[in-house]
């Protein structure tokens, strides 16, 4: 989605990044176009990370880079304190790799 809604948009704003995500308009009927949706991905990040109760590079780091043998992997953190789930992972190129041949 372009305009204010945009992820790099919502990203420019100095918290409220995942109310501005949910006031996003619906421009397609759920199941009707497929697009690459941001936003839903870092309301996703957000939602369980507050279900496990830990951030959400700590549960992955614990539940998915760790037992991958990857290390010194990070998220950009917003200024709400919510991983950026959805992108801006900072990752080694040989811990890509893993991921690769998954």
């Known amino acids: 989605m372009d305009g204010p809604y945009d992820l790099d948009a919502v990203m420019a704003l100095p918290s409220g990044w995942a109310e501005r995500v949910i006031a996003a308009p619906r421009v397609h009927a759920p199941g009707r176009v497929f697009?690459?949706?941001?936003?839903?991905?870092?309301?996703?990040?957000?939602?369980?990370?507050?279900?496990?109760?830990?951030?959400l590079g700590a549960f992955a780091e614990e539940a998915l880079f760790a037992p991958l043998g990857m290390r010194d992997v990070r998220w950009l953190r917003g200024p709400d304190g919510h991983d950026v789930?959805?992108?801006?992972?900072?990752?080694?190129?040989?811990?890509?790799?893993?991921?690769?041949?998954?």
């Not at 839903?40 to 990040?45: D, E, T």
């Not at 801006?88 to 041949?101: K, P, S, T």
């Open 35 to 55: 697009a690459y949706d941001n936003g839903a991905s870092y309301l996703l990040g957000v939602g369980l990370a507050e279900r496990v109760g830990t951030s």
């Open 85 to 102: 789930g959805c992108a801006h992972l900072r990752i080694r190129a040989q811990d890509l790799g893993v991921v690769g041949e998954l």
